[in-house]
């Protein structure tokens, strides 16, 4: 490469200058997307996963067609299995009894209670007689730990201690023994703490050789068969006393996973990569490359994994020939079949991965052409006929067994009337109660996990209500409900529950109190609601506290949803359209309900055209008609921009544009580069661009379904001569006109289908905007006189959250539980409310900030004792229903500003967005201050404002603190003429 040098020295010291900058900014930590987005959890690589990937390079394996490939790999990366050297795992070998042994107690997360065991018994012995290597020691810790815990007699542990095997007796325990399936899962059933199943074995008894097996292992079996860690041989045999070779014991651990995940702390994820970051570390001597990569996980929170490698400059160990400051820390990737190490990533794979002690260990790549989905929901009807089913979906899961499903997601099932209806293959799978079922063995309301391939059921399972009893979900049908006792009592589909004769396991559960009804978080198709509206029939999900009192409960009506546009309103009947493109007329009698956007609307509001939902109900041959809902579903926008456009591509249906700006509570703030940008369009919205298209643009900006931000509307200046932003109130709209007028402005603004209208994040019609509604418009005014609003942002104040502040002189303190004001001033904004009484608050340890002059301080330091005694201080308090949330020692403000955060002084953050230090002062912009004298607002210069240690923040109705507050925030700010400072910071952001 040649460079042209000219001028002398003053290009040279300019192309010298430019490569020092860059030297020196490679040395800065990357900036990752994260700061945008931080991660709900952050997964560093693991410092053993280069050891565990050589290990794991078994060349048995990788030379075979095992089905347990997958299995062998996973086990082996959690380090619950591991080969014999030399890159040989032993496939076909036989698992021996010690072996099976030692497997049990690690999936159980109780090695090294082993390796204490074995040490302690090889201290016992003659130097001369101690075991080596040390393998063999520690099998002694586990054989003893197996004799403690029954799972070997006395006599088999005397002849596993025997120096030489080879002399016992054929009948003998040897260690070497391959070990039977009986006993096999006898070890796991005990060693797991799988409870044994004695008054049902008709799963185990359904094979042809059930009677082989010794009957004091069959409960054992039982139960693992019903947890599906062992199965049969797939031709009606369970072959008791056949052997299991080391393949097979690497499929039954993965088979275990949900038994062993809790022990060992290790958690299990589905995601998507969304983003790929390296930079340099070149801190506390370390010169080593960082990847950073974001995953956004089934469940839609944002996981974020972090590797370290040596960089290749870096200085080596003389010794061990390793890294000198940087500890390698990576992940082992099964990318199609082939081990790999972290490098294998890339943005827009799909994964599985696993977390071992917060650590990323083991992910797999899923590349497959067979779309795989696993739902949990009700059946509500079944056409076995032609094989259809109609589902109430309840929620995705990312894998195919409940039991590795999120408890937070399932805690939170919130049932909305989504309704699916779906195909059966006829090779699907059906199991109900561990036994193969056939299609017409489902009952309506079955609660089962539902898998579909390409669209199709291949797999049907009744979940085990047991397991949902565990973590403390109940599932079943309201029988009745009584708040004012405080109870609510359940029946099952099947018509039982209520009878003392339905079972063991559920006539425990029938009857659910409640300490409280105002304490229980209630849901009713999915939007809140009050335990007065649960009714009986209907179908609930509840949530159940450690002492098994009732706190959360999400119930639907039990009706079957029917969807559809309707094509004819005829007198008392409605001609429906439905999904599947079928007609059917349905009878809506008088005073049946009918909504709208969450509101009671009447039979005439419905419209041909409207698409709806009924809910239905049949008993016998009558339909019961529930409610109709006309629905138009919002779209969600995550922001609207304003930019020059540049052109359309067809092709890729894109634009590109330039000088894009987000519109941010009432400005456009300033992008943050330069230069052009290609936005993709959502699929479903086509915009309408004329030949010649050019201007100014506003876009609405929304996720597509793999979560990339989409254009998904647009509209056009119109080449207006100029553009505001005006924050006002809508006085006056006539949607027919299509013109709305504010409170402030002496002029009509028209607007119609072309304009972006957005409330709550969601896109709306314009018959949605109304009187009185807050808004910020963005209005152009044209040549021919008209003003015209292409943006209306209408704004949701923070809601009133009951925060009062207070300030006064502090008369008494209950240590930590109480003080008192002498006298008090309310601030009734602009001014303060003068209260000549006593007022006590309460205090709460757990809640309550306390800040004195140097800041937040601990609850325990607030007392009226002592030389630093709070007692005759005068203070700030935020208090809400009586409690104090902060008390703040800040001084006397008398004048109070209004303004904007034009910029925030002092805020450090690092590299994933959180906090280093707060900011120490702001800016104010669109100041005014109010003039006691005048009782007026009066302009302000910009003005500079300091944010000391004790200011009392609020914001958007919440304490706060001052990394909280955003530039582009609206506040209000009590301080004193005599200071900078801000005492009090009173923020909304919209």
């Known amino acids: 490469m040649n460079f042209y040098i000219r001028n002398g020295n003053l290009r040279v010291r300019r192309l010298v200058f430019f490569i020092l900058l860059s030297l020196l900014l490679s040395n800065v930590p990357h900036q990752t997307s994260a700061s945008n987005t931080i991660p709900a959890r952050i997964f560093e690589g693991s410092e053993n996963s280069k050891a565990i990937l050589a290990n794991l390079d078994y060349i048995d394996v990788k030379q075979s067609n095992s089905w347990a490939k997958n299995a062998i790999w996973e086990t082996g990366a959690l380090e ?23 497997i049990a107690y690690n999936m159980a997360g109780r090695e090294a209670e082993a390796q204490l065991a074995a040490e302690a018994l090889d201290l016992q012995r003659r130097e001369e007689d101690r075991k080596t290597p040390a393998g063999n020691m520690w099998a002694d810790g586990y054989l003893l730990l197996a004799l403690n815990d029954g799972l070997i007699t006395q006599e088999q542990y005397n002849d596993a201690m025997q120096t030489d095997q080879l002399e016992l007796e054929p009948t003998a325990f040897r260690r070497s023994n391959p070990v039977t399936r009986e006993d096999m899962a006898f070890y796991l059933a005990k060693v797991l703490e799988i409870n044994p199943v004695n008054s049902q074995t008709h799963t185990f008894n359904d094979y042809r050789d059930w009677k082989e097996a010794n009957p004091h292992r069959i409960p054992y079996i039982e139960a693992l068969l019903q947890n599906r860690v062992m199965n049969g041989d797939g031709n009606g045999y369970f072959r008791p006393k056949g052997t299991v070779t080391r393949e097979q014991a690497a499929q039954i651990i993965q088979n275990a996973f949900p038994f062993i995940f809790p022990r060992l702390n290790i958690e299990k994820f589905k995601g998507t990569i969304e983003s790929i970051e390296q930079y340099t570390d070149k801190t506390d001597g370390r010169n080593s490359t960082v990847t950073i990569i974001d995953v956004r996980n089934s469940g839609g929170q944002l996981h974020q994994f972090r590797f370290e490698r040596p960089s290749a400059e870096e200085k080596m160990n003389e010794m061990a020939g390793g890294s000198k400051n940087t500890v390698s820390k990576g992940a082992i990737v099964n990318d199609m079949g082939v081990l790999k190490d972290e490098s294998a990533f890339g943005e827009g794979q799909e994964i599985i991965y696993f977390i071992k002690n917060n650590r990323i260990v083991y992910a797999s790549i899923v590349i497959s052409s067979t779309r795989t989905e696993y739902y949990l929901g009700k059946i509500l009807s079944v056409d076995d006929e032609n094989r259809h089913i109609g589902i109430e979906v309840f929620l995705e899961l990312p894998f195919s067994d409940i039991r590795l ?16 209806k779906l195909s059966v293959s006829e090779d699907a799978k059906i199991f109900m109660d561990f036994s193969r079922k056939t299609l017409k063995d489902i009952k309506p309301e079955s609660i089962m996990l539902i898998t579909v391939e390409n669209g199709l059921v291949t797999g049907l399972v009744k979940v085990n209500l047991d397991l949902l009893q565990e973590e403390g979900i109940v599932s079943g049908i309201v029988e009745e409900n009584n708040p004012d006792l405080g109870y609510v009592t359940l029946y099952f589909p099947d018509g039982l ?59 639907s009506d039990n009706y079957y949803p029917v969807y559809g546009r309707v094509r004819a309103k005829l007198s008392g009947n409605l001609l429906i359209e439905k999904q599947d493109g079928t007609y059917e007329q349905i009878t809506i009698p008088p005073n049946t309900p009918v909504f709208r956007q969450k509101r009671r609307v009447t039979w005439d509001d419905i419209k041909e055209g409207d698409n709806l939902r009924i809910l239905l109900q049949k008993s016998g041959s009558n339909v019961i008609v529930g409610e109709v809902t006309l629905e138009k579903k919002a779209q969600e926008t995550t922001g609207i921009y304003k930019a020059q456009f540049g052109y359309y591509d067809d092709y890729n249906n894109s634009i ?75 006085v006056e709209v006539q949607p027919g006109r299509g013109s709305l007028t504010l409170l402030n402005k002496n002029m009509r603004f028209v607007y119609g289908p072309d304009s972006i209208i957005v409330k709550g994040g969601k896109l709306l019609e314009p018959n949605q905007v109304k009187s009185y509604d807050e808004a910020y418009v963005v209005a152009g005014s044209h040549v021919d006189g008209t003003h015209k609003a292409d943006v209306i942002w209408l704004r ?26 002498q006298s008090f001033s309310e601030f009734r904004d602009p001014e303060w409310e003068f209260v000549n009484v006593p007022k006590t608050l309460s205090i709460d340890p757990q809640y309550i900030r306390i800040y004195d002059d140097d800041g937040r301080t601990d609850p325990a330091q607030f007392n009226d004792n002592g030389e630093n005694s709070y007692k005759n201080r005068t203070v700030y308090v935020l208090a809400q229903e009586g409690r104090a949330m902060l008390v703040s020692t800040a001084p006397y403000g008398d004048v109070v500003y209004k303004g904007r955060i034009l910029k925030l002084e002092g805020a450090v953050k690092d590299a994933y967005g959180h906090s280093v230090s707060p900011p120490g002062s702001m800016l104010l912009s669109e100041a005014r201050v109010y003039n006691l004298r005048t009782w007026i607002w009066e302009n302000n210069d910009d003005v500079q404002m300091g944010i000391p240690p004790n200011a009392v923040i609020m914001r958007n109705g919440k304490v706060a603190d001052a990394e909280q507050l955003e530039e582009g925030d609206r506040i209000t700010v009590i301080k004193s003429e005599t200071s900078d400072d801000a005492y009090v910071i009173i923020a909304e952001s919209y």
């Open 796 to 821: 949701e104040p923070a809601g009133d959250t009951g925060l009062t502040l207070y300030r006064g002189r502090i008369s008494g303190i209950e240590w930590l539980s109480s003080f008192t004001l």
């Open 497 to 555: 529950g209520t009878s003392p004769a339905y079972g063991e396991s559920l006539s425990n559960y029938r009857t659910y109190s409640y300490l409280r009804a105002e304490d229980v978080t209630v849901y009713k198709n999915g939007v809140p609601a009050v335990m007065e509206e649960i009714k009986p029939g209907d179908s609930v999900f509840l949530k159940l506290d450690a002492d098994g009192n009732l706190i959360r409960i999400s119930a």
């Open 656 to 730: 590109v544009v330039t000088r894009l700006q987000q519109f941010s509570d009432g400005i456009w703030k300033q992008p943050e580069t330069a230069g052009a940008s290609k936005l993709q369009i959502s699929e479903n919205y086509k915009p309408d661009i004329q030949k010649g298209m050019h201007g100014t643009v506003y876009l609405a900006m929304g996720k597509n379904f793999m979560g990339n931000n989409t254009v998904i509307k647009m509209a056009s200046d119109g080449g207006a001569l100029l553009s505001e932003v005006i924050g006002d109130t809508i």
């Open 80 to 102: 619950l299995m591991k080969g014999y050297g030399e890159k040989r795992f032993g496939l076909n070998t036989r698992l021996s009894a010690e072996e099976a042994l030692v």
């Open 405 to 420: 499903a999120d408890p937070a997601v399932l805690y939170n099932i919130v049932p909305d009337g989504t309704v699916e």
